[in-house]
Structures are given as C-alpha cells and as structure tokens.
C-alpha cells in the first residue's frame, strides 16, 4: 500500500490567530502518537501568518483512515470551524512524482 501524502491549509479570521495556533499544536502532539503518521508539519505563511499550511503523510490508506476517525480530530475541526474564512480545512493530496 502506498502512503497517503496530502496538505491541509485555512486561514485564521482576523484576531484568531492565536487560537488557531493553540488548537492546531495540540493536535499535532495527538497525531504525532498515531502510529501510522509518517509527518505532520505545520506552516505558516511567512507575508501572511494568519495562512496555515499543514504537510501530512501516513503509512498508507488505513493509517490515514485511522486519523480521519481519531476522536481529537473531531473535536478539533468542531473549533475550528468558527475560526476560520472557509468552510473547513481545504484539502490537497499528493503524489510523489519520479
């Protein structure tokens, strides 16, 4: 099974930058413990920190799955929600070109 490779990215509205940092470090401490994550590197963009780009890859199709249905991530994306200018984290994912 080939890894899954993706990154997810949202932008803070105006004044809640801050939480949004709070809340996407506590969930990569929770990610970094899932088995199948591979990487979990969070980004912000450097002429506009209130951008954030997260870079993810997992074991493979099952692990991803694992951390799609990981409680904490619910919980995060349920604050997120209202934290945010679009609706919900916009998603990429990726392949590896040779």
């Known amino acids: 099974m080939a ?25 990569a401490d929770d990610v970094h413990r899932e088995p199948g994550n ?29 951390h799609i249905g990981a409680p904490y991530g619910a919980v995060f994306n349920g604050k997120l929600g209202d934290l945010i200018e679009e609706d919900g ?3 990429t994912f990726l392949t590896e070109s040779p």
């Open 89 to 91: 984290s916009q998603l």
């Open 38 to 66: 591979e990487v979990f590197t969070v980004y912000r963009e450097r002429d506009n920190p209130a951008k954030f780009f997260v870079f993810e890859r997992y074991a493979d199709d099952d692990a991803f799955a694992a």
């Open 3 to 27: 890894a899954v490779t993706l990154y997810a990215e949202f932008t803070a509205k105006p004044g809640q930058e801050g939480i949004v940092a709070d809340l996407i470090a506590g969930l």
